[in-house]
Structure formats: structure tokens, C-alpha cells
């Protein structure tokens, strides 16, 4: 699932050029793309917080929680890793992660995930007093690891394989590509990336883009425009 890029660009300029607002040029256009993705993208965690919350009225909510999960579960991903670069316990973090879900480990048979142990998420300090008494301790049974910015530590320290992350990703980085000789739309995957987005987010792509277009054409109408819509759409939902 994904939307089209070029389909939301000519409804961009399609509005804007209606009444000479000004022109948008691909390079904005791209800008203001990847802005208006990353938070439709990001505004998902916050709704489905919100309306995991409410009380149950009904199937309304548990049909918006399910869209919601539908939306992210494009994101969703897993990878088995490596220890980085020789070090006992550490492993990267993917490039393109957004939020760390799970880590497992190796079960009895090699790449079999499916009894594995999942490892639990601590601080330095709870491992530390954990990790004085045998009992507490972390073992390959009840493995524990601790996250920084670019890498996790998985305890206990024979743990040195079969370590699988499963995670969601960052939406790529979108790209209106176009014919550099002529200034059309090339489609072409060299040049061309389209939205992540689940399709239902297509004209709430157009109204973000054209709410930032307002800014860059400093055109207080067209910013309103796209606000008034986003106003507009975030009252239906909740609706």
C-alpha cells in the first residue's frame, strides 16, 4: 500500500495555481512532502494512545484502534543482527528504525524465533542491582538489555548469535522525480519514490503540503486553507 506521488503533487499545484498563488517548485514540493509524511506518520502513535484510552462507546473506537494498527503495521519489520564490529553483547541499531518493539533471542534450534526468549528492556541501574544476586541475574532464559541512542547490550554475555529485532521503521524519504531536459514527471524507481502512507492519508497529505505551501508563498489564504481542513478532518475522526 502507498500513495502516488504525482498524484498528490498535481493536486497540489492544482489548488495553488487555481488562483495564481505562486509556484512550487519540485525541490519545495519534496520538502514540504517529507515534512507533511513524517508527521502524518507520527501523529499516528499520538491517536492510537488517545483512542486506546477512550471508553468503549460502541465500535467506533475499536474500528479507529484498528485502522490505526493498520496504518503502522505498514511500518513494522524485523531483521536478525550481528554483534557490531566484534564487541561481546552490543548491536547496532537498523538505520532506518523508528521504535524498537522486541528483542528476541535464539531459541534451542537456529533461526527458530518462534520459542524464543524474549529479551526485557532495563536501565543501567536496574541491571546493576539485578545483576548482584542470582536469582535476579539475567540468563539465556530471561535475557535483559539496556538501549542508547545507536545500540543495545544484550546480559547475559553468552549470548553472541541469533539476536532478532523486530521494529518499526521510518517512512523513506519521498521524491518527486522529473526530467531534468523537460521538467516532467519521471516515474521511473531512480528517480521517482512515492508515499509510505496508507492510501486513506492522501488528502490529508495535500492538506499538510498545502498548509506549508501557504508558509513558503507567504499566502495567509492558502495556509488557511490547508488548516481548515486539517481542523476539519481531526473533527470527523473523533467524531
Do not use: C
Request: hydrophobic share 35%; aromatic share 10%; charged share 20%.
Amino acid at each position: 500500500m502507498s500513495v502516488n506521488i504525482n498524484t498528490v503533487y498535481q493536486r497540489v499545484l492544482a489548488i495553488t495555481n487555481k488562483e495564481q498563488r505562486g509556484y512550487i517548485t519540485p525541490q519545495e514540493f519534496n520538502y514540504m512532502a517529507n515534512q507533511a509524511q513524517l508527521d502524518i506518520f507520527e501523529q499516528y502513535f499520538y491517536d492510537l494512545n488517545q483512542f486506546s484510552r477512550l471508553p468503549d462507546s460502541g465500535n467506533v473506537n475499536s474500528d479507529m484502534v484498528a485502522l490505526i494498527e493498520e496504518k503502522i503495521s505498514i511500518f513494522e519489520k524485523s531483521t536478525t543482527v550481528t554483534e557490531s564490529g566484534g564487541s561481546n553483547g552490543h548491536y547496532l541499531l537498523p538505520s532506518d528504525l523508528y521504535r524498537l518493539n522486541n528483542v528476541f533471542v535464539q531459541a534451542s534450534r537456529p533461526d527458530d524465533f518462534v520459542d524464543g526468549n524474549e529479551a526485557e528492556l532495563v536501565t543501567l541501574q536496574y541491571f546493576l542491582k539485578i545483576n548482584k544476586t542470582k536469582l535476579a541475574a539475567p540468563t539465556e532464559e530471561n535475557p535483559v538489555y539496556i538501549q542508547s541512542s545507536n545500540k543495545i547490550e544484550i546480559f547475559p554475555r553468552s549470548i553472541t548469535q541469533g539476536v532478532q529485532f523486530y521494529y518499526i521503521k521510518k517512512p523513506v524519504e519521498v521524491k518527486w522525480g522529473y526530467d531534468s531536459a523537460t521538467g516532467l514527471y519521471d516515474s521511473s524507481s531512480s528517480k521517482t519514490t512515492h508515499f509510505e502512507l496508507h492510501p486513506s492519508d492522501e488528502t490529508e497529505l495535500v492538506v499538510k503540503i498545502l498548509a506549508l505551501a501557504g508558509v513558503i508563498l507567504k499566502d495567509p489564504g492558502l495556509y488557511q486553507i490547508g488548516s481548515a481542513e486539517e481542523v476539519k478532518n481531526v473533527q470527523q475522526e473523533k467524531a
